[in-house]
């Protein structure tokens, strides 16, 4: 059965990592003129604002803790599964590409029951739980890395490295160049912790500040996203250095302040790293040391064996050592000038388009007899 205009099921998280390549995707997707509809929980909520598509929220849940735990999160993925199943059932769309994260999987697993094409899509550098407990049904696992730890056998020739999706604001910044600090000029520090901002660049970062010498601390013009409930103790540590900074929980603008950045400092996660390396940024990355299987870490290692990034794992991550690093980056621009070209040449713009390839191509090939 073949349609004028096939539809296009995206199935996501509901975290920033997992949604933002969605959108991205979506966005490529509607430019081609096909439909989409965006699946993910609750949490993704206010992600789907950014994109005109149909958004359907499913129950979804992580894996509790104990026979009460589990049985309760069993009875919710249950339940999403139901709802996935009669979304599916009367849009039924062409393929379903799945971004990870657990509420992909009720959705994923809706799909296969109804024949229906699976496409994956790995931001990190190792495959993640949800798209590993898929794998074995997808005709396609797009990765965001070039090596992807955790894929096995057969399924290595479904393999195809796209990269990760950015926001188009990110890819418009492609164009400006790198400009490295001057030797009495401002240095722009930009520190970004991920979704949920990161408590330890709180504590950490105005210290390290505090311990650099006064001619350089005053040429520092910084911007720290913090967690809101340590805005207060960032603020009086900052206040402490001598420093005023410009913090908040969130901001609206960071491809602007990306690009304005002569040094970010960050974690590691998928989308950072895509959005760091589109914009071709010089960065300092600590990985977030609690994920499951050390993804970040993975992400990271990629990045700096390139060349593109500086490595600091979060337990050696103290003011001194962070002050010594800034120190010496800033007495050397051309480091930064060489990290940030680094950068650059490893981002994949095009990925957006390239996950729509593979998309169309499964589109094109049809479903299995019988499917």
């Not at 402490?240 to 900074?245: L, N, S």
Request: with cysteine.
């Amino acid at each position: 059965m073949s349609h004028a205009s096939p539809c296009i099921a995206l199935a996501s998280g509901g975290s920033g990592g997992h949604v933002f390549p969605a959108e991205a995707l979506a966005r490529e997707l509607l430019g081609r003129g096909l439909k989409v509809v965006l699946i993910t929980d609750q949490r993704g909520a206010r992600f789907g604002e950014d994109v005109p598509v149909p958004v359907a929220r499913i129950r979804a849940s992580k894996m509790g803790q104990g026979l009460i735990g589990k049985a309760r999160s069993f009875l919710e993925m249950g339940i999403g599964f139901l709802q996935a199943f009669r979304v599916l059932k009367k849009l039924r769309p062409s393929v379903v590409i799945g971004f990870g994260g657990y509420p992909s999987i009720p959705t994923l697993y809706a799909a296969a029951q109804l024949g229906i094409p699976i496409i994956l899509h790995e931001q990190n550098a190792v495959l993640g739980r949800a798209n590993r407990a898929m794998a074995d049904k997808a005709r396609v696992i797009a990765t965001g890395f070039p090596h992807v730890v955790g894929v096995a056998g057969a399924l290595k020739s479904r393999l195809v490295h796209t990269g990760n999706p950015v926001r188009a604001a990110f890819i418009a910044l492609r164009g400006t160049p790198y400009l490295a600090p001057t030797p009495e000029g401002p240095i722009r520090l930009l520190v970004l912790g991920g979704s949920q901002g990161a408590r330890v660049f709180s504590s950490v970062v105005p210290q390290a500040l505090a311990l650099l010498p006064d001619p350089v601390r005053r040429r520092i013009v910084i911007a720290q996203q913090c967690r809101k409930e340590t805005l207060d103790e960032a603020r009086a540590a900052f206040a402490a250095a001598g420093m005023e900074a410009e913090l908040a929980s969130f901001f609206t603008d960071v491809p602007e302040r990306m690009g304005a950045a002569h040094l970010v400092i960050g974690r590691a996660g998928a989308s950072t790293l895509a959005e760091l390396t589109t914009v071709g940024r010089p960065s300092i990355l600590v990985p977030f040391p609690h994920g499951h299987a050390g993804e970040q870490t993975a992400n990271a290692e990629s990045l700096a064996e390139a060349g593109g990034a500086w490595l600091i794992p979060e337990q050696a991550f103290t003011p001194d050592s962070l002050a010594v690093r800034l120190e010496s980056l800033i007495a050397m621009p051309d480091a930064l000038s060489q990290t940030a070209a680094a950068a650059r040449a490893w981002g994949k713009i095009s990925a957006a388009d390239a996950l729509a390839d593979v998309v169309a191509q499964v589109v094109q090939e049809g479903r299995p007899a019988g499917g």
